[in-house]
């Protein structure tokens, strides 16, 4: 069983930066960041898959960096020219297996996930 511990996440001004982490207990194949704010699914914004691939979602993309140290099974997600509409509980997902990039940012292809770290905006 894999575990997965969010950290980073806090109140930060509109068009602030932050950078969250996501500490594995062991390597996964593919990992990802999902955001879900009260009575909305959760939404992919970002994963790291296969060897370097990364994927960003329309919203984020040009704002959002996602990357992973494999040694320190850590990934991470920068997080910069924050809006309000960023404001959620961002999670880390992880999995075993690989996955084409149609995939990556669907909360139904990972099997392990975080318990969340809540990102606040405020404007």
């Known amino acids: 069983h894999v575990q997965l511990v969010e950290s980073g996440g806090g109140p930060v001004q509109a068009g602030g930066s932050l950078r969250l982490s996501c500490a594995a207990s062991?390597?996964?194949?593919?990992m990802a960041w999902f955001r879900q704010t009260p009575g909305n699914p959760r939404e992919g914004v970002a994963a790291?898959?296969?060897?370097?691939?990364?994927t960003y979602a329309n919203s984020v993309k040009g704002r959002f960096t996602i990357s992973r140290d494999n040694a320190k099974k850590i990934l991470y997600l920068q997080i910069d020219s924050l809006k309000p509409e960023d404001a959620a509980m961002y999670y880390c997902?992880?999995?075993?297996?690989?996955?084409?990039?149609?995939?990556?940012?669907?909360?139904?292809?990972?099997?392990?996930w975080g318990q969340g770290t809540q990102v606040t905006v405020s404007s």
């Open positions: 997902a992880a999995d075993k297996y690989a996955m084409v990039a149609a995939q990556v940012l669907l909360p139904a292809q990972y099997e392990y």
């Open positions: 062991e390597y996964t194949y593919s």
């Open positions: 790291s898959y296969g060897i370097d691939r990364t």
